[in-house]
């Protein structure tokens, strides 16, 4: 009898001692994850009218949730959660136009681990622009052949509000023309006016003055030093239709912000304008 029992201890013990080692076991291969995801690289930014794109590289890590996107007035500044998307990309809706803000991306995973943010210094500024605008020959309308960038509207050739006018020389060939207080630089073929993302630092045209080709992008500097982009959609005997976008802050050569603004350029004054 004593032999029974006995056994039946062993065995009870055996299988109690079995049952803690593979509980054990369980409770090493389970681990919370407290490594976060990657920066998440390639941050960049594209205007729009009261709004900027923001986009970004996609993370590899197999347990990416999603990703944060934060603003601030600053690069170095304290930044604000805007928004969270399972996506490489993020629009920041409702601005204003002519507001900089500076964009930053974090990576975070099923764990609520987050990254650091966002290394590159991009920054964005929604900006107004206008599509289907028309104006016409200055030799034939001169009332309707200047354009003001500023305001979006159809002015005199030669008024003071004029950033560019259009004309057909005397060999037929559509031209676009600026004030010699001003500038303009043909950037070539484009698919859209969004595919021009700043304004030049140089190469502008010596003349004043560019050939007029559909589907090119050109880029205007008026005379108080704001930067315009125009994208040609159709040409004919006596007009040209554009789309137009315009950087309302002065001195500012990012027309699809990503990029730290250039220096300064100067410019020289003009009598070849009258006032209205």
Known sequence: MKRRILAAAIIAGMFFFTGCDEHDRYIDTVSYDYTPPAIPTGVQTSNGDENVYISWLSNSE??????NVYYST?????YTLLGSTDRTYFYDNNLTNGNKYYYAVTAYDYDNNESELSREDVYGIGRPQKAD?????????????????ATFSVVKYNSLD???FFEIDTTGYPKLNVFDDSAIKDMG???????????????WS??????????????????DMHFAKIRIKSITADRITFDVAYQTIAYEEA??????????????ASSARIAQ
């Open 62 to 67: 197999k347990d990416l949730a999603g990703y």
């Open 74 to 78: 600053s690069y170095d500044g304290r």
């Open 133 to 149: 605008q028309r104006i016409y020959d200055y030799r034939r309308f001169p009332n309707d052949a200047g354009y003001s960038c």
């Open 162 to 164: 004029s950033d560019f």
């Open 189 to 203: 073929a484009t698919g859209s006016i969004y595919d021009i993302t700043s304004a030049p630092t140089g190469g």
């Open 206 to 223: 010596p003349t004043f003055q560019e050939d007029c080709k559909i589907g090119h992008t050109y880029v205007i500097r008026t005379m």
């Open 255 to 268: 027309l699809r912000p990503g990029q730290k603004p250039g220096p300064r350029i100067t410019f020289k």
